[in-house]
């Protein structure tokens, strides 16, 4: 297979690899994303607990403690835990999908259906409008059901990534 890496990266790549792009880039912004989220529950938005999957495995393999809160369930922070965890992945949420909008502009999509400043406000109305889905989704599953808030965050981030592909794919850019 003769790979033309300059095609590939174009706008005229086909969809194929409009779609392996998207990919990769969705997994960059969403570590961008997730790396601000977890700065954030380590430190000023503590959300995570000492049962939490991140926290077992940095113990366990990398013998490192990450910080956490303790609770007995009844603390008035806990009660909000999936506020805060929402809070942080709403930070981290705006600076990913700054990252993607350009990403997205510069190597997978074909900008100018609309002027920039509107194509950036749909863009950034369409991922407000995933988010929103996957953060009430996290939300349930964190406050509702009682799962650990790593899981969750998993699950916002499939959402998320499936809403945004179809509506920036067909109703944001062009092809």
Not at 11 to 19: A, K, N, S
Not at 113 to 121: D, L, N, S, T, V
Request: net charge positive; glycine share 8%; with cysteine.
């Amino acid at each position: 297979m003769n790979l033309d890496v300059k095609r590939i990266l174009s706008h005229d790549c086909g969809p194929f690899w409009q779609f392996v792009k998207y990919g990769v880039i969705g997994v960059l912004s969403t570590g961008v994303q997730t790396g601000i989220f977890y700065l954030l529950a380590f430190t000023c938005l503590k959300c995570l607990t000492p049962d939490d999957l991140v926290i077992t495995l940095a113990k366990k393999f990398l013998s490192v403690d990450l910080p956490s809160v303790s609770f007995t369930g009844q603390e008035a922070w806990y009660a909000s835990r999936g506020t805060i965890a929402a809070a942080a992945t709403a930070v981290g949420f705006v600076v990913a999908n700054v990252f993607c909008w350009l990403m997205n502009r510069w190597f997978v999509f074909k900008p100018g259906k609309f002027k920039w400043y509107a194509e950036f406000g749909m863009f950034f109305g369409a991922a407000t409008l995933a988010t929103v889905i996957a953060l009430g989704a996290m939300k349930l599953l964190i406050d509702g059901f009682g799962l650990m808030t790593t899981l969750a965050v998993v699950v916002e981030v499939v959402v998320s990534f499936l809403v945004n592909f179809f509506v920036r794919k067909f109703f944001i850019f062009r092809g």
